[in-house]
Structure formats: C-alpha cells, structure tokens
C-alpha cells in the first residue's frame, strides 16, 4: 500500500457481520475468496478478496497488514507517539511540523467539524482524556468532576482553532487536542481501498471494528452485510452492496464503564462535555469509510430530534438511528434498500432536513 507520507462491546455483531458478508453474499463459479483476519486500530478486522491468486492476496494482505500497523503509531489517541508530540506544541502554543500523514486527516476533520455544525469536533481530545477514554483499556472509575467538565467546555476548543500553513500546524486555543480516533480507522480503509485498486484488485471488502468498504461484488452478487440491533447484540437487518460503498456503525454499547449503576459511553457530545443522550446505535451508508464514520457519530451526537438537518448537511442520504426506546428513525433511502429481520420494532421515516446551523454552540 502506498503508506500516507511520513516524516468491546460490539463482537457480536462485528461476528455477524462478516460472516454475513463472507456467507451471505453467494458465489458465482469457482472464483476464490482469500480471507485475513488482523487487528487495526485496537479492533477486529478482515480483509476478503475475490479472485485474486494465494501468492499476490498473501503479499498485499501482508502490506495492508503493516501499513494498518504504521497509522496505528501516528494517529490513535494515547497510543500514538507522533500524535502526542504535535498535541505538545499545541498546547505551549508553537507551531509544529506535523507529519504528512497527519494533515489529511486534519483537513477532513475540519471539513467535518463544519459540516455538522460543530457536532464532530475533533478538536476535543482533553475532553476523551479527562474522560479516560484514551487508555488502552477502559479502568471504569467515577467519571469526571462537574467543575473539571466545565472548564474544558468554557475553554471551547473547535476544529477552527487550528491553522495549517503549508506543512506547519499551529492552534489559536491552547486547548485544543486533536482526537483523530472517530475517522481514523475510516480513513485508513479508504486508503487501503485505493491500494487494492493500484494493484488491480476490482472486488473486496475491508472491515475495521465496526465500518467496512466494499468494491464490486463476491464472485457475481452483493455484499450482504449485517445492521445490528441497537444493543450492539442481534441482527436488525441486512443491506446489499456492489459497487463501491461504505458501511459504519457506532453505538452506546462500543466503549463504555459502569460506575454506580450507571453507564457512561465514550460518544461525547462536545456542546455539555457529557456522553450523548437520546441515541441508541446510527448506521450509515455513504461512498467513503471516513465520511460514513464522521457522519454516524455527528447524527448519533444530534439524537432523535436533530439527526436529519445534520444528515442534509452532511451529505448523508442513507442512515439509521435507534432513539432510546428502541424506534427505528430512518431515511427513505435506507428504508428503501434496507431488509429488515426485526419486523417487530417501531419505524419511523424521516427526510434529511436542511439547515444545521442551530446545532452550534
């Protein structure tokens, strides 16, 4: 793969998913199907290949397999070196030479963080830290002091704050941190898409955790992947995929500590510095994994009420939300293609809306 330059809770689903996709999707002749199981970015992830040769899906699983590894080191919250040092500089108030590979994602956060309406900040890592959701392993504990939340919300770093002056990156807002984690794993699929298709690979399907990117088809039909239940555990329905497509799904379940009899998620909303309400899981379907991702987690930060002027603002014409008593909101076009397993539960078809601009703030 051509590397970018440089200087828990859903194992369910994620099983179904790929045996979905893997099951599911039929087969046409005797065309193989080469399948790698890895890890990337902390999660579960396959890789499946129609109809390319053992030797050639052993050299390109290998290299996907080693680049995943490389964004791993420069992109993931508390796990990254790279990272800690540019978020270093942001804090003293320097301008740093940020890697390369870190400037896309940056970019597109900031594209993003405008798009929703502020919903999508990824300008708020001290926040996800305070929480302790940067650790490698979720410890539980009490969650953070009213007061402590409090300062880092009046403080209001956002995506804004950041200036990229060629390959130089500086912040306005001391408080600032980038947090790449919610599009992190979506960017990388797509990149790893685009190195599938330089070494003339036409059908494939990549997962990471829980989003994944399809190309053509498995040996003459769809994909067929799963759309969990909004408890993570399940299976709500299936949609079909050829061509190239996006599936991402993020959910209350994911990352999350009990403490007290209470449960708290790693979904924060960046308006009260608190886990997000009103959402149960949002699936959507869009082209690329990355904006897929952006969108899921700005709709599932919108809740019931809001989701469909922050999906017309982004773009997003296929998605799926369970509100807390379990109702399916849904658009038309993902009602239209969506098969349902689980006829029993409530839906509700909903338009994306325009104007997003109330959700600042």
């Not at 500089?89 to 798009?115: C, D, F, H, T």
């Not at 919903?119 to 305070?130: K, Q, Y």
Request: some cysteine; proline content about 6%; charged content about 20%.
């Amino acid at each position: 793969m051509r590397r970018p330059p440089s200087p828990a809770g859903a194992a369910t689903w994620v099983f179904l998913l790929a045996c979905a996709a893997l099951m599911l999707g039929g087969c046409r002749g005797e065309a193989p199907v080469q399948t790698t199981a890895f890890i990337a970015f902390g999660a579960s992830a396959d890789l499946r290949l129609v109809g390319v040769e053992d030797a050639a899906a052993e050299a390109i699983t290998d290299e996907i397999q080693r680049d995943f590894a490389f964004m791993d080191t420069r992109w993931r919250s508390g796990q990254s070196d790279t990272l800690a040092r540019v978020n270093e500089a942001l804090a003293a108030g320097k301008s740093v030479a940020a890697p390369p590979s870190i400037l896309p994602l940056v970019r597109l956060a900031q594209r993003y963080a405008e798009q929703s309406g502020g919903l999508l900040n990824l300008a708020t890592g001290r926040l996800a830290a305070l929480w302790g959701f940067h650790a490698a392993s979720q410890q539980g504990g009490p969650p953070p002091s009213a007061a402590a939340i409090r300062e880092l919300i009046e403080a209001a770093p956002q995506m804004s704050d950041l200036v990229i002056d060629g390959l130089e990156l500086r912040s306005t807002n001391p408080t600032a941190q980038l947090d790449l984690d919610p599009i992190a794993s979506g960017y990388g699929i797509d990149l790893a898409i685009d190195y599938l298709r330089e070494q003339g690979v036409r059908h494939a399907l990549l997962r990471v955790g829980n989003g994944l990117r399809a190309i053509g088809d498995r040996a003459g039909k769809p994909w067929r992947v799963v759309v969990p239940r909004p408890s993570g555990s399940g299976v709500y329905g299936t949609v079909e995929i050829s061509g190239d497509e996006s599936v991402v799904t993020v959910g209350d379940y994911e990352r999350s500590f009990l403490y007290a009899g209470e449960t708290y998620h790693a979904i924060l909303d960046p308006r009260t510095g608190y886990p997000a309400g009103g959402a149960q899981a949002v699936t959507v379907i869009d082209e690329d994994a990355a904006t897929a991702a952006a969108a899921a987690r700005a709709l599932f930060i919108a809740g019931p009420d809001r989701w469909p002027q922050v999906a017309a603002a982004m773009g997003v014409s296929q998605a799926l939300l369970f509100d807390r008593e379990g109702t399916a909101q849904m658009t038309p076009d993902m009602a239209a293609r969506l098969v349902r397993l689980d006829e029993a539960r409530e839906v509700s078809i909903r338009a994306p809306a325009v104007d997003v601009g109330a959700e600042q703030g």
